[in-house]
């Protein structure tokens, strides 16, 4: 069975109430070297751990690889530590100062511009970004593709 599968089967075991899974021990993911902030974390820097029978990770832990694959580190991860879901973020989908296509849509009406971000952001994050034709700055949301959406104000 894949790391993977072991991983999320552990996992499921661990929520799940019945004692026969219950027993088995769980297993999370940890440093396997040190992460330096702004390092995308990989999984081949990773390694499991099988914790003691009856221990559980700490809360608002990530253990799960689909928890840290492809996540950007906000601060040092230390080898064998726990990797806490504050020491982790979403990759940035668009750097400041990228350009970036503005949309303002309202119903039928959709209206495009070209703009510069002000700050980094991923998927869903609210962004601030100057109108390259007016130089009026306005605050979007982020979208999968990497255009930023403005709502009327």
């Given at each position: ?41 990989e999984l ?22 689909e928890q ?86």
């Amino acid at each position: 069975m894949s790391r993977w599968l072991r991983s999320l089967a552990l996992a499921l075991a661990a929520l799940s109430a019945t004692p026969a899974l219950a027993q088995e021990r769980q297993v999370v993911l940890v440093p396997s070297r040190v992460i330096y902030p702004g390092e995308t974390i990989e999984l081949s820097a990773l390694r499991e751990v099988a914790l003691k029978p009856g221990r559980a990770a700490p809360d608002a832990t990530a253990i799960l690889p689909e928890q840290l694959e492809g996540k950007v580190a906000r601060r040092t991860l230390l080898p064998g530590r726990y990797v806490q879901t504050a020491a982790i973020r979403q990759a940035w989908l668009v750097e400041q100062g990228a350009a970036v296509q503005l949309f303002f849509v309202a119903g039928a009406l959709t209206i495009s511009a070209s703009a510069v971000t002000l700050q980094p952001g991923a998927a869903g994050d609210m962004v601030k970004v100057r109108n390259l034709d007016s130089g009026k700055i306005l605050t979007g949301i982020v979208m999968a593709d990497g255009t930023v959406r403005v709502g009327a104000s």
